[in-house]
C-alpha cells in the first residue's frame, strides 16, 4: 500500500499522451474499485464514488492525453456506464463474468477482480457482450414484466391445488377455467379465517390473470408498431406459427442487431440448442444441450419447433431421423428447434422470405 502511495505521487510527472491505458472497473451498489495499467505494468488501484463522471475526471486528472480502454462485468448495474463513455468517443466494453478466468485460490476480493479486468483487457483475452440499444433494452422489461405475472399466477395455481391437497378438498374441475374459478369462490372451510385467505389467494390470482391478459395485447400493439423500425418482427411473424408475441421476443432478444451473432452456430449455441460434447481420441461422448441464454425465450422456440414440425416437411424430416435413432421426441424437437433457428438466421441475415421445404 505505502508503494502505491508513493509511486501515485509521482504521477503527475508521467507523460501519458498517447499512451494506451487499461482500467478494470469492479462495479458495487456504494464503491468502484478500479484498476488502471498499461500493457506490461499495473499503475494504480482505488476505490471511488460509484459514478462514470468522477471516473472520467479521475482520468483525466491524473492521466491526461491517455487513451483509454475500460471494461466492467455484466450484471445488475446494465449499461448506463457504457452509455456514457460511449459517449464521450472512449472505448469500453463489457464482458460477461462465466467467461471470465478466475484462479481457484479460495481468495477473491474487489481489488483482485479489477486488477484481473485490467490484465486480461490489456492481453485482449475478454469477451464482449453485444450491447443493446436502450430501446431494445426497455422493450425488453416488457416481456420480463409479462413473464414475471405468468410465473406468479402459475405459482398462485400450484399453492390453490397444493392446500386443496393437503386439506384433503376436492373439486369436480380439472382445468382452471372460469367454471373451476367459480368452484373455489363456493368453497367453505371450517376455520372462517381460512375463508378470508382463501378469498384473498383467489383475488391475487384474478388480479395476475387480468394484468396478463393487458401485457399480451400490450406486446401484439408494441410488435404492430415497431415494424418500420425493427422490419425482422414482420418477417419473422410471417411465419406460419410464430405469432406476435413470439415474434416480438426473437426479434427483440436475438435480431435487434444484425451484428449480435457472427453466425448461425453462435446463434443455436447461445439458446442452449447445441449439445455437449468431450471426444479424445477415438472416443466421441455427446451429453445434453447446456442451459446458456434466456430460459422463457429457449421455451418459446420450443413450442414454436412443435407447430413448424407440422407444416414444413424439412423438419419433420429431422424430427423423424432423430426420433428413430434415439427414440426420444424430446431430443427430436430440439434437433428441429436448432434447425428453425438456423433457417431463421438465414431469413434474416440475407432478408428473404421463409421458404417452406428448403434446406438452411
Same mark, same amino acid.
Given at each position: ?151 406468479? #399466477? +402459475? ?11 393437503? /386439506?384433503?378438498? *376436492? @373439486?369436480?374441475?380439472?382445468? %382452471? ?105 477415438? #472416443? +466421441? ?11 422463457? /425465450?429457449?421455451? *418459446? @422456440?420450443?413450442?414454436?419447433? %412443435? ?54
Amino acid at each position: 500500500m505505502k508503494y502505491n502511495e508513493r509511486f501515485t505521487s509521482n504521477l503527475n510527472q508521467v507523460d501519458f499522451s498517447g499512451k494506451h491505458l487499461f482500467i478494470g472497473i469492479d462495479m458495487h451498489k456504494r464503491n468502484w474499485v478500479v484498476t488502471v495499467r498499461t500493457r506490461d505494468l499495473q499503475l494504480k488501484t482505488f476505490s471511488m464514488d460509484p459514478f462514470p463522471e468522477v471516473l472520467e475526471i479521475l482520468l483525466d486528472r491524473e492521466y491526461g492525453g491517455g487513451i483509454f480502454h475500460l471494461v466492467y462485468e455484466a450484471g445488475c448495474f446494465g449499461y448506463g456506464t457504457y452509455d456514457y463513455f460511449q459517449e464521450k468517443g472512449l472505448d469500453i466494453i463489457v464482458t460477461p463474468p462465466n467467461r471470465l478466468y478466475r484462479e481457484n485460490s479460495g481468495v477473491k476480493t474487489d481489488k483482485r477482480d479489477s486488477r484481473g479486468l485490467a490484465l486480461f483487457l490489456s492481453k485482449g483475452l475478454l469477451k464482449k457482450v453485444v450491447v443493446p440499444s436502450k430501446s431494445v433494452r426497455e422493450l425488453r422489461q416488457i416481456l420480463r414484466i409479462r413473464d414475471k405475472q405468468k410465473k406468479r #399466477k +402459475r405459482q398462485i395455481q400450484q399453492e390453490i391445488r397444493g392446500m386443496l391437497l393437503f /386439506l384433503n378438498y *376436492s @373439486i369436480r374441475s380439472k382445468n %382452471w377455467s372460469k367454471s373451476m374459478l367459480c368452484e373455489l369462490k363456493g368453497l367453505r372451510f371450517c376455520e372462517e379465517g381460512l375463508n378470508i385467505a382463501f378469498k384473498s389467494l383467489l383475488e391475487e390470482y384474478e388480479f395476475y390473470s387480468e394484468k396478463l391478459i393487458q401485457s399480451n395485447c400490450l406486446i401484439r400493439q408494441t410488435s404492430q408498431q415497431l415494424g418500420r423500425s425493427y422490419p425482422c418482427i414482420d418477417k419473422i411473424t410471417a411465419i406460419r406459427g410464430i405469432g406476435d408475441l413470439s415474434g416480438f421476443r426473437l426479434a427483440m432478444h436475438l435480431f435487434d442487431r444484425r451484428d449480435r451473432f457472427i453466425d448461425s452456430d453462435k446463434l443455436v449455441h447461445y439458446l442452449g440448442l447445441t449439445p455437449r460434447e468431450h471426444s479424445s481420441g477415438e #472416443k +466421441r461422448r455427446k451429453g445434453k444441450t447446456g442451459h446458456c441464454g434466456n430460459p422463457e /425465450l429457449r421455451a *418459446s @422456440i420450443i413450442q414454436i419447433a %412443435w407447430q413448424s414440425v407440422r407444416w414444413d416437411p424439412v423438419l419433420l424430416d429431422k424430427f423423424d431421423r432423430v426420433y428413430s435413432n434415439s427414440g426420444i421426441k424430446q431430443k427430436a424437437i430440439v434437433a428441429v428447434a436448432r434447425k428453425l433457428m438456423v433457417k431463421l438466421y438465414t431469413v434474416i441475415q440475407k432478408n428473404k422470405g421463409y421458404q417452406v421445404g428448403l434446406a438452411a
